[in-house]
């Protein structure tokens, strides 16, 4: 079975802090990593992909990409009480015969003013 | 035009009902999915359609009917649907070709509620 998961949290970090959130994702062969906010009642927000190894940024956001030990991250900096949403990892992974975007849990993120 | 708009945003539905919802995207894109997304559940692929044909069909039960009359247009046709059934349903689209690759953009969504 693969998977991707995340801690579901919630999250809990004051204003202006670094936000961490982790995903690990189960297929060695993944090439493709996402990070999607969703606030409730909203549908997900894609923020940040990254395929290769190393941090990418953008604004306040750093994706950091590990393939030798499987694991996808999201920073996010000077955090802002808007950045409280849950955030969903998705992987490239092999599924049957296709490969496919499989989607984390999720992790609620609570920024705290 | 916001890139993918979904109609109805909410539906209410008896279990006997018929109705259909329906996704649009002006992205240009070439590859449209189905989701279902219920509490404390992972996104849940239903339907993949790639340059206008189904290469997904993820085991969905035969009473979520799927239709993609071209690239930019998605139908998910329901009857007799069951309370479980209940969920927010997104449609998504990315640039199609190797669909599994690649970022996808969601519409809003369609909150379903079967009474």
């Known amino acids: 079975q693969k998977e991707v998961e995340q801690n579901s949290g919630p999250l809990s970090v004051p204003e202006g802090a670094i936000a961490s959130l982790n995903c690990t994702y189960s297929?060695?062969?993944?090439?493709?990593f996402f990070w999607y906010r969703q606030y409730s009642g909203k549908s997900p927000e894609l923020i940040m992909s990254i395929y290769s190894n190393g941090d990418k940024e953008d604004g306040r956001f750093t994706a950091q990409l590990n393939k030798a030990s499987q694991y996808v991250s999201l920073l996010i900096r000077d955090s802002q009480p808007s950045d409280s949403a849950t955030y969903l990892c998705?992987?490239?992974?092999?599924?049957?015969?296709?490969?496919?975007?499989?989607w984390g849990l999720g992790t609620s993120l609570a920024v705290n003013p | 035009e916001t890139g993918v708009t979904q109609t109805p945003r909410h539906l209410v539905m008896g279990m006997t009902n018929k109705k259909s919802l329906k996704c649009e995207q002006h992205l240009g894109h070439n590859a449209m999915y189905w989701y279902k997304q219920s509490a404390k559940k992972p996104l849940e692929l239903m339907f993949v359609y790639n340059f206008k044909e189904q290469t997904e069909n993820n085991s969905v039960p035969s009473r979520f009917s799927p239709e993609c009359p071209n690239s930019s247009h998605l139908f998910l046709h329901l009857h007799t649907l069951q309370p479980e059934d209940s969920a927010l349903y997104l449609c998504a689209s990315s640039l199609g070709g190797a669909w599994g690759y690649q970022p996808q953009h969601f519409g809003d969504g369609t909150r379903l509620s079967i009474l």
């Open positions: 998705a992987a490239s992974l092999e599924a049957g015969n296709n490969r496919k975007l499989i």
């Open positions: 297929d060695r062969g993944s090439q493709s």
